[in-house]
């Protein structure tokens, strides 16, 4: 695989990702989220003495453009980057996760977009199952449903339609076989959510 030295990230949905924090001054990181949650963070950051990434606040279902506001907070479109989308597609509208994938395949040869989506009900082993289910009883119980689902070639499928050449779909259950396996303590996750690897 080629390997590529990029030092721009952007962390979309970042809520309590500690990327930042973990990684400081090698990265140039941005961090897109709502505003209320950046300011929670913000605080506790400071009141830590943690450094501060460039925090960039949009809603994404309000319209607003977050590739226009995160070139306005001192992104350089034309550098390739990494940007990182975890937890975040199942509260967004299909539509909007599209326009996502659309601005993020159009930005500079070399860009890399991780994502992870929920599986439906339907692709879940018995097993896997119970914990799915508890979140997102959970989330609708908290105001912020699950709205979006994803079988991993309607994902594929949509990264390829925004433009991306190179896209892969990465199980919950590979990874969870690549971290997980031989653990002395037995502890293995349980799986629902998988990850998109799109180049463009
Ligand atoms: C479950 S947290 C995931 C946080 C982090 N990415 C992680 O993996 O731990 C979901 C994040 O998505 C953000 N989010 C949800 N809907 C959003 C929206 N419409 N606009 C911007 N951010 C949103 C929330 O503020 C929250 O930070």
């Known amino acids: 695989m080629l390997q590529r030295s990029v030092s721009l990230c952007v962390v979309l949905g970042a809520g309590l990702d500690s990327f930042a924090q973990r990684h400081p001054g090698k990265t140039t990181v941005f961090e897109v989220d709502q505003r209320g ?3 929670w963070k913000r605080e ?41 989308s975890t937890c975040v597609s199942r509260y967004l509208s299909k539509a909007t996760t599209a326009e996502t994938l659309r601005a993020i395949a159009g930005l500079a040869e070399g860009t890399t977009f991780a994502m992870t989506f929920l599986l439906p009900q339907d692709l879940l082993g018995p097993t896997d199952r119970p914990g799915p289910r508890t979140s997102r009883d959970g989330a609708k119980a908290a105001g912020t449903p699950f ?34 396996a031989g653990r002395a303590d037995g502890l293995w996750p349980s799986t629902g959510e998988d990850f998109l690897i799109a180049r463009e």
């Open 37 to 39: 949650t950046q300011v």
């Open 147 to 180: 709205v979006s689902f994803y079988r991993p070639e309607e994902m594929q499928a949509m990264a390829r339609d925004a433009g991306f050449t190179d896209v892969r779909h990465v199980s919950g259950t590979a990874l969870a076989e690549r971290y997980s």
């Open 44 to 84: 506790r950051r400071q009141a830590l003495g943690h450094p501060l990434p460039t925090l960039v606040p949009v809603d994404f279902e309000s319209g607003q453009s977050w590739p226009a506001e995160l070139e306005s907070a001192g992104f350089e479109p034309a550098q390739p980057a990494v940007f990182a």
